[in-house]
């Protein structure tokens, strides 16, 4: 697995010697990772931009997209709260939602 977007600007900041906080420069790192890790699954690469959970099920919806799959990364009383991702889209998606559990140990 690549590593995250993140990690990429902060790579190429970090030769500089100075922080970069060009988002053209990291909207490109995310395009480039994004797209590197759609091609190792076979899949298609959409980059939204945006509220993240709002983006989503807006592009679902225009997509006619009949299953969406997230990773759940917080405890039941958290997601009870509907605070996250994973929530909003379980409530707000205009299809199916898969919610994944991260395997025991991890969190």
């Not at 945006?50 to 997230?70: F, I, L, R, Y």
């Not at 405890?75 to 299809?95: M, N, T």
Request: aromatic residues 6%.
């Amino acid at each position: 697995m690549l590593a995250p977007p993140a990690f990429l600007v902060s790579l190429a900041a970090g030769l500089g010697g100075a922080p970069v906080h060009d988002t053209e420069v990291e909207k490109e790192a995310a395009e480039m990772w994004l797209a590197e890790e759609a091609r190792s699954v076979n899949a298609e690469a959409v980059l939204l931009e945006g509220h993240p959970a709002s983006k989503a099920t807006e592009w679902a919806a225009e997509a006619g997209v009949d299953v969406m799959v997230a990773a759940t990364h917080r405890g039941l009383v958290e997601r009870a709260l509907l605070g996250s991702f994973a929530g909003y889209l379980a409530h707000h998606a205009p299809c199916s939602v898969f919610l994944v559990p991260p395997e025991q140990g991890d969190s």
